[in-house]
């Protein structure tokens, strides 16, 4: 009697190849959606970081965020950093066009930096111009560390030459002063044709009065510079220079 044969492992019956073939496709099945889930997933989240960020969107949702206090913040900084610079910008005009030491007198401070010695300057233009000058003449007062280092009378025109020399062998020129209602002749230094140093004593004088004339020497003949110096702050320039007016 013959047997018949057992089915092969490979084939199987026909409903067990049946139920294996339906797994695999809802297996098949199920992969394709968990990758399209998956990949749908993953480019979302790429869209997202790649969506560019407003800070001013971010500013009008979240007004209190970091974004938006440095952007409140900004206008206040820029006030101040504003106002220091006009600050400083007021105090080098304040020292190169001076500020009034009383009446006509202008009055420029400064500082060494290297040694923090006080320097003073205090100048007075007059009241008319020289011929063929192009700015009034001036008295400048030079004072260092409370003390008078030099008085100049620049007349901003051409002068004559020295008329006579000192007894250092300087050369000076003759000048006829009048201090209110007196008049007297002096020497003073003449510097390079550019200006004159006074004495100490007419420079005194002249802190206390009322009307100051120079006459002097020029190609074109005598001329006179008219000067007003009351009106000074006698105490700064005591403090300044070491100064007091005095009487003719």
């Not at 057992?6 to 199987?12: E, M």
């Not at 900084?77 to 190169?96: G, P």
């Not at 005591?238 to 003719?248: R, V």
Request: contains cysteine; proline residues 7%.
């Amino acid at each position: 009697m013959v047997r018949p044969a057992a089915p092969s492992p490979a084939t199987g019956s026909p409903s067990r190849n049946f139920h294996m073939i339906a797994g695999l496709s809802k297996v098949s099945f199920g992969d394709a959606e968990f990758a399209s889930r998956t990949a749908e997933i993953g480019g979302s989240e790429q869209a997202e970081t790649r969506l560019p960020v407003d800070p001013q969107e971010n500013i009008l949702k979240n007004p209190f965020s970091s974004a938006g206090a440095t952007h409140t913040k900004f206008p206040l900084k820029a006030l101040i950093a504003s106002f220091a610079l006009l600050s400083a910008a007021a105090v080098l005009f304040a020292q190169e066009s001076g500020i009034s030491a009383g009446g006509k007198w202008k009055g420029f401070d400064s500082q060494d930096e290297m040694t923090l010695v006080k320097k003073a300057r205090f100048e007075l233009e007059a009241d008319n111009s020289l011929p063929g000058s192009e700015s009034n003449p001036k008295i400048i007062l030079f004072c260092t560390a409370g003390k008078l280092d030099l008085a100049d009378f620049r007349p901003n025109a051409r002068i004559a030459g020295p008329t006579r020399p000192s007894f250092w062998g300087r050369p000076q020129m003759g000048v006829l002063v009048r201090v209110d209602n007196s008049h007297s002749n002096h020497a003073w230094n003449w510097v390079n044709g550019h200006f004159l140093s006074m004495d100490k004593g007419t420079t005194r004088e002249m802190l206390g009065a009322q009307v100051f004339k120079v006459e002097i020497q020029t190609p074109q003949g005598s001329e006179i510079a008219s000067f007003s110096p009351a009106g000074i702050n006698l105490g700064r320039v005591k403090n300044a220079c070491g100064l007091t007016p005095k009487k003719p």
